[in-house]
C-alpha cells in the first residue's frame, strides 16, 4: 500500500492509532453489556423458570422446519435431474 504523501511512521501512526481505537470501542462495548446484563439478571432468572418448557418445545418446531426443507431440497434436487436428463436426450 502505497499512497503518495505518507512515509512509514505515518503509516505507523494510522496503524497504533486505530488500533488503539478499535481496542477502546470492544472494551467499552464489553464493559456496556456487563452492565446491561447486571441490570436485566433478575429478570432472565425469572425466565430461567420456563427453560425446560422451552427445551421440549424448540426441537420440535426445528425437526418440522427440517423435514419441510428437506421435502422441498429434495424436490427441487428432483426438478433439475429431470431438466438435465432432458437437456441430454
Given amino acids: 500500500m502505497n499512497i503518495p504523501g505518507l512515509k512509514i511512521i505515518d503509516y505507523y501512526i494510522i496503524?497504533?492509532?486505530?488500533?488503539?481505537?478499535f481496542f477502546a470501542i470492544v472494551l467499552i462495548m464489553g464493559i456496556a453489556i456487563v452492565f446491561d446484563f447486571a441490570e436485566k439478571l433478575d429478570e432472565f432468572l425469572r425466565l430461567l423458570k420456563y427453560l425446560p418448557e422451552l427445551r421440549g418445545y424448540f426441537p420440535e418446531i426445528d425437526q418440522?422446519?427440517?423435514?419441510?426443507?428437506?421435502?422441498?431440497?429434495?424436490?427441487?434436487?428432483?426438478?433439475?435431474?429431470?431438466?438435465?436428463?432432458?437437456?441430454?436426450e
Avoid at 496503524?15 to 481505537?21: C, E, I, P, R
Avoid at 419441510?68 to 437437456?87: C, P
Fill in 15 to 21: 496503524k497504533k492509532f486505530l488500533g488503539t481505537f
Fill in 64 to 88: 418440522e422446519e427440517a423435514k419441510a426443507l428437506d421435502d422441498l431440497f429434495a424436490e427441487r434436487v428432483q426438478k433439475a435431474k429431470k431438466r438435465l436428463n432432458e437437456k441430454k
